[in-house]
Structure formats: structure tokens, C-alpha cells
């Protein structure tokens, strides 16, 4: 069974600029979550999709943005970036959603770097 | 709120020897707790989770946890290390609730020498 799929893996922008991640999740998987990984802030939530609606979001300003389509396929969007988005967006994606019995199964990232 | 804490940043430890990795948790329901694992370059994958069964919890590659209620912890130890162990390693929690966000821990970067 394919893992979860995030594309691109690497990508350089400079500020100002927007950047859409995609994250194709396991096949039956409903949920998908984001996650911003940095070194100083570690590891935070962002938003979680489910059916196509947002069911959760963390603390990041509106430029931060997502979407689910109806093949339960993700994608996230950040407008006017500045040099602190620099992070690896992790994506994971479960059968129900919730982060308990339904284990959280992560891509390998997409590393942005702003210039 | 739920929060984490991952004692130490950085554990170094000889090839063969005990891993101890602690992890101590806050939560006002009782918690999922998760360790994960994320090699160099690549995303996290699940070691074990604790789930309100049995409270010695058995993963992968040889690792296990232990929920302590009465101490707020759920360390992860493994009895013999492996150079293939090194990684950086990160206890979360949760809710469980549908929605629900996983908190993690800021990480600990566990060293192996031979």
C-alpha cells in the first residue's frame, strides 16, 4: 500500500511569494493534518481536513490555508511568505481522523526554504 | 491543555547499552501518548502508542514505553541500543477526540556510538 505522498520535496522561494504543498494520503484515509516543523518551534499543528471541510485548525495567521478535495487529496497554500515560514510542512493523514486509535501515518515533508 | 515535555535534547549512548528517553505529559482527560521516530530527511514514523490498554506498551524495533499515571510520564527505553537507532525521537499527545490535534515535545536527538 503506497505511503502518504508530498510534493515537491524541496522548493526555494523568496518573500512575498505563495507556495502550494499537495499531500496525497493513504488510499481509505478520510483525514488529513498539517504540520509546520521548525528547530525552534518544533513541531505544530496547523489544520486537519476531513470530508472536505476543515475540522481543526492551530494558531497560524489567515495566510495559511488549506484544502481537501473529494479524493481526499490535500493541499496547502501560504501567501506573501516571509523568511520565518522556512520550515519542513509535514502532512499525515489517518482513516477517522483524531489522533488516538487512528494512528497518524506522515509524508517525508516538503522542505521550504524563503529567501 | 495538553502539553509535552521531552527531558534532554540530545541523549548519547554506547552501541549495546540502555536507551532511556523521558517523556512527562500534562492533561486534563486522559491521554493518548505517541512516540515517533524521523531519520534525517524524511517524515515521522510511529514507534508505539498508549491508548488506555495495557500500560507497558511494546513497539517497534525493540522499543518500549510505560504509562505512569501517578508520574505524568510515558518514557521510551530499549534495553540494547544499535547504531541504526540514531534519530531524533519525539513523544505527543492527544485528546483522541475526533479533530483533535497531536501536541508533540520539542525532541531528543539520540547519539549511538560503537
Known amino acids: 500500500k503506497a505511503g502518504v505522498t508530498q510534493t515537491p520535496r524541496y522548493l526555494i522561494k523568496t518573500r512575498g511569494q505563495q507556495v502550494t504543498l499537495s499531500c496525497s494520503p493513504i488510499?481509505?484515509?478520510?483525514?488529513v493534518s498539517w504540520y509546520q516543523q521548525t528547530p525552534g518551534q518544533g513541531l505544530q499543528f496547523l489544520f486537519e481536513?476531513?470530508?472536505?471541510?476543515?475540522?481543526n485548525k492551530g494558531n497560524f495567521p489567515g495566510r495559511f490555508s488549506g484544502r481537501q478535495f473529494s479524493n481526499s487529496r490535500s493541499e496547502m497554500n501560504v501567501s506573501t511568505l516571509e523568511l520565518g515560514d522556512s520550515a519542513l510542512y509535514l502532512c499525515?493523514?489517518?482513516?477517522?481522523?483524531?489522533?488516538?486509535?487512528?494512528?497518524?501515518?506522515f509524508g517525508a515533508g516538503s522542505r521550504l526554504t524563503v529567501l | 491543555a495538553q502539553s509535552v515535555t521531552q527531558l534532554g535534547s540530545h541523549v548519547s549512548v554506547s552501541e549495546g547499552a540502555l536507551v532511556l528517553l523521558r517523556c512527562n505529559y500534562s492533561?486534563?482527560?486522559?491521554?493518548?501518548l505517541f512516540w515517533y521516530v524521523q531519520y534525517p530527511n524524511q517524515g515521522l514514523q510511529l514507534l508505539l502508542k498508549?491508548?488506555?490498554?495495557?500500560?507497558l506498551v511494546k513497539g517497534i524495533n525493540g522499543f518500549e514505553a510505560e504509562f505512569k499515571k501517578s508520574e505524568t510520564s510515558f518514557h521510551l527505553t530499549k534495553p540494547s541500543a544499535h547504531m541504526s537507532d540514531a534519530a531524533e525521537y519525539f513523544c505527543?499527545?492527544?485528546?483522541?477526540?475526533?479533530?483533535?490535534?497531536?501536541?508533540f515535545g520539542k525532541g531528543t536527538t539520540l547519539s549511538v556510538s560503537s
Open positions: 499525515a493523514s489517518s482513516l477517522e481522523g483524531g489522533a488516538g486509535a487512528n494512528v497518524l501515518t
Open positions: 488510499s481509505g484515509h478520510r483525514s
Open positions: 481536513y476531513f470530508s472536505e471541510t476543515q475540522r
Open positions: 492533561s486534563s482527560v486522559p491521554p493518548y
Open positions: 498508549y491508548t488506555s490498554a495495557a500500560t
Open positions: 505527543a499527545v492527544s485528546r483522541g477526540q475526533a479533530g483533535t490535534a497531536l501536541i
